[in-house]
């Protein structure tokens, strides 16, 4: 069977681009998808919206919808690469029972504007990455017929709250863990810039401080008494910022701790996590999460499942690399 083939819709079948209209309906498409890959839903309304409308993203030339022959969306692919940076991460979300035949189309059409999305952004060799639950073998092959192969996994850790102290507990000695001031220039830099060094040895992209800024401008909601410092002798050593994302969901969520190579493996972002715990619990969070690639060098799983985190889920992480301008053969 030829490409055209393998990435032709079926007779009757669209696509067209998405609009802000349709962000109930491809919710429901992808509460259909992680139903049937992981067992429950694990997106919000709000997510699909700041999917839409991310930095570097824009819905009327970087996103599609597939409808089959009634109308019905069935299928939603999308490019996500805030930082502008040399590497994009794909999704091609389909209908389990229904939007399957879509799935090939629209990941030709994604790939194919992956050559362009790098010519934009100023990178001659430019990597795009996909992510797969291990059980979705029909996407991972999908993914492997268009040049993907394996790189990594993630993995989507869960905690209940009930039971958690709305009270932490005491930081190690000789250190304090208080919440971030939000609308103090030098406070937030310090936060950030302990995110860029502790990940500078991992998997994490680097993002400027201006470039950081924007993006959480561009979030719908943020709550600072969620997120924290731990400083030793006046110095930030270490910081756990939260999202809004898991809010519709009742979850509190742990978007990235780090702490400083120096100050490791004294109790600090265990000391962070625990602080973030309460505040959830405080507010009537029924349980915690967040994410971590299992590959990181600082063996960060080992912590979360020390404080009561354990895997929902994993995800293989899957990685191809396009040339600016030139198109994938249709």
């Keep these: 069977m030829t490409v055209a083939a393998r990435t032709a819709l079926p007779e009757g079948w669209t696509t067209r681009r998405p609009t802000l209209d349709d962000i109930p309906e491809i ?6 998808s992680d139903i049937a890959a992981i067992g429950e839903p694990d997106f919000t309304a709000d997510e699909v919206r700041e999917r839409l409308t991310d930095a570097n993203t824009d819905m009327s030339v970087d996103s599609w919808l597939a409808l089959d022959e009634a109308g019905a969306i069935v299928g939603w692919t999308f490019p996500s690469n805030m930082t502008g940076g040399d590497r994009d991460f794909l999704e091609v979300f389909v209908h389990p029972e229904r939007g399957r035949p879509a799935m090939r189309p629209l990941l030709a ?3 194919n504007r ?19 639950i291990p059980a979705e073998q029909h996407y991972i092959d999908a993914l492997t017929e268009a040049g993907f192969v394996f790189h990594r996994q993630h993995a ?12 932490p507990p005491e930081p190690p000695a000789g250190a304090i863990v208080r919440p971030v001031r939000g609308d103090d220039e030098d406070d937030m830099r310090a936060l950030h810039a302990v995110i860029e060094e502790a990940f500078r040895d991992t998997d994490h992209f680097a993002v400027d401080y201006p470039t950081w800024r924007e993006q959480i401008a561009n979030e719908p909601s943020v709550s600072y008494d969620e997120w924290f410092v731990a400083e030793v002798d006046g110095r930030v050593v270490g910081s756990l910022q939260s999202s809004d994302s898991g809010i ?3 979850e509190g969520w742990v978007k990235r701790l780090a702490v400083l190579g120096a100050y490791r493996k004294r109790g600090l972002g265990e000391a962070l996590l625990r602080r973030a715990f309460a505040v959830y619990a405080a507010k009537g969070r029924s349980h915690a999460g967040l994410g971590v690639d299992l590959a990181n060098p600082t063996e960060a799983v080992r912590l979360y499942l020390a404080v009561g ?22």
């Design 27 to 32: 919710l429901a498409l992808v509460h259909a």
């Design 109 to 111: 059409l994604v790939m």
């Design 114 to 132: 992956m050559t362009e999305r790098a010519a934009l952004l100023g990178h001659q060799r430019y990597e795009v990455r996909a992510g797969a």
């Design 156 to 167: 989507r850790m869960r905690m209940p709250l009930d039971g958690v102290s709305p009270t």
């Design 248 to 250: 519709d969901d009742n």
């Design 309 to 330: 985190l354990t895997p929902l889920y994993r995800a293989n992480i899957y990685r191809t690399y396009v040339t600016a301008g030139v198109r994938s053969p249709a």
